[in-house]
């Protein structure tokens, strides 16, 4: 049976999180830093059937050594800094919730992925993140009111905080 784990919680192995389950896939790229890429893991037959599939609707790629190369690299280095990520995400939190016009509870991000709402500020989500793109602030809607922001390993914190700036004041310019 199919399951999806989307966001680890902290303070357990990837073997932990994934001893009950039959197959896993995960990106290399966004928090482990790598070019591009995923992974699937199951049993043989399981393997063998994905790339069955994958064949059938036209997936792969030829030479792929060099991306592969980085993926090794973003497997073995990367997850020693995971955690600088959520640090940064309840950074992102902390600053948001300052913001007048967001609703976020930052005592519940504890991943490098958070949401929050912007109806307060009488905005929808979309408007938002399409005046935030135009600054150079790259997030997505998930609702009506509520935007995704993700740190991973090429955002820092001053990178952070110049994004919590554009959103202040794109938000205040909106309600003015």
């Known amino acids: 049976m199919a399951r999806a784990f989307s966001t680890p919680p902290l303070g357990h192995t990837v073997a932990d999180i994934t001893a009950k389950f ?13 070019p ?9 037959d399981f393997i063998e ?14 030479q792929a050594g060099v991306l592969a190369a980085a993926g090794l ?8 800094r995971l955690h600088i990520d959520h640090e940064n995400a309840k950074h992102l939190a902390k600053g948001l919730a300052r913001i007048p016009g967001i609703a976020i509870d930052p005592a519940k991000v504890v991943t490098n992925i958070l949401i929050f709402d912007v109806a307060p500020s009488g905005k929808t989500a979309a408007q938002v993140v399409a005046d935030l793109g135009k600054r150079g602030v790259l997030c ?7 935007i995704r922001m993700v740190t991973h390993f090429d ?15 794109v938000l205040s310019a909106r309600a003015a």
């Open 49 to 62: 059937r994905a790339h069955i599939t994958r064949k059938l609707l036209g997936g792969g790629m030829r």
């Open 155 to 169: 955002v820092d914190r001053p990178a952070i905080d110049r994004a919590l700036a554009i959103v202040a004041d």
């Open 73 to 80: 690299i973003a497997l073995e280095e990367t997850p020693k």
């Open 36 to 44: 591009v890429g995923s992974m699937l893991v199951g049993s043989r």
């Open 22 to 34: 039959d197959s896993v896939m995960f990106c290399l790229s966004k928090g482990l830093g790598a």
């Open 140 to 146: 997505g809607a998930t609702g009506k009111a509520t």
